[in-house]
Structures are given as structure tokens and as C-alpha cells.
């Protein structure tokens, strides 16, 4: 059984920063790429960012680009999502992801497995 466990939500003035983990269990994850979404009440689930299995290649969305930070821990079966500069409009629910095919998908119905979610709010 896969599980990914996350943490590391919160509330968060507007120019703060907060790291979100997932952490991964029940499968060797070799090979696989990360990613992360997020879901603001009544939107669609939007990509965020993802990262391969090296760690050498990462996508980010636009809207996060040079705020975001994604990063991995292989021997912990680790992502990471370093939120720095965060505004009120990074408000939603975050999603980690596992993405089989190791190619930092950004869209969200390509990635296999699924966190349970952690919220994210920012005051403005």
C-alpha cells in the first residue's frame, strides 16, 4: 500500500515563508519523479511544481517561479516545498504527487499516487 504522508501546512502572514514534506511509504519509489499541486476553493487543482528522480530537472509554474523552491530526499523517500515571499493568493489546499514516469509532468491527471493534503493560508 503507497502512502504519502504530508506536513508542515499552516497559517502564515503575507511575506512569510513555510516548508511543506511528503513522505513516501510502502514502495521503492526508484525512479520516480515528484510533484506538487495546489487546490483553491472552487478552482481546479493547479500545478505548482515537480522534480525527477535526480533531482536535476524541476518544473515550476509561473505564478511560483523564484518563490518556490521543490527538493528531494532520496534516502528518506523525501519531497520538499520551500514557500518563500508567500502572498495571500498562495492560499489553498497543497497535494504531493508521484510521478511514475519520472517526466515532471505538470499536469495533475498523469501523477499516480496522491497525498492526503495540507492547507496552506496566507494573510495578507
Known amino acids: 500500500q503507497v502512502q504519502l504522508v504530508q506536513s508542515g501546512g499552516g497559517l502564515v502572514p503575507a511575506g512569510g515563508s513555510l516548508r511543506l514534506s511528503c513522505a513516501a511509504s510502502g514502495h521503492t519509489f526508484s525512479n520516480y519523479g515528484m510533484g506538487w499541486f495546489r487546490q483553491r476553493p472552487g478552482k481546479e487543482r493547479e500545478f505548482v511544481a515537480a522534480i525527477s528522480w535526480s533531482g536535476l530537472s524541476r518544473n515550476y509554474a509561473d505564478s511560483v517561479k523564484g518563490r518556490f523552491t521543490i527538493s528531494k530526499d532520496n534516502d528518506k523517500n523525501t519531497v520538499y516545498l520551500q514557500m518563500d515571499s508567500l502572498k495571500p493568493e498562495d492560499t489553498a489546499v497543497y497535494y504531493c504527487?508521484?510521478?511514475?514516469?519520472?517526466?515532471?509532468?505538470?499536469?495533475?491527471?498523469?501523477?499516480?499516487?496522491w497525498g492526503q493534503g495540507t492547507q496552506v493560508t496566507v494573510s495578507s
Open positions: 504527487a508521484v510521478d511514475v514516469d519520472n517526466s515532471i509532468w505538470s499536469e495533475h491527471w498523469k501523477y499516480t499516487y
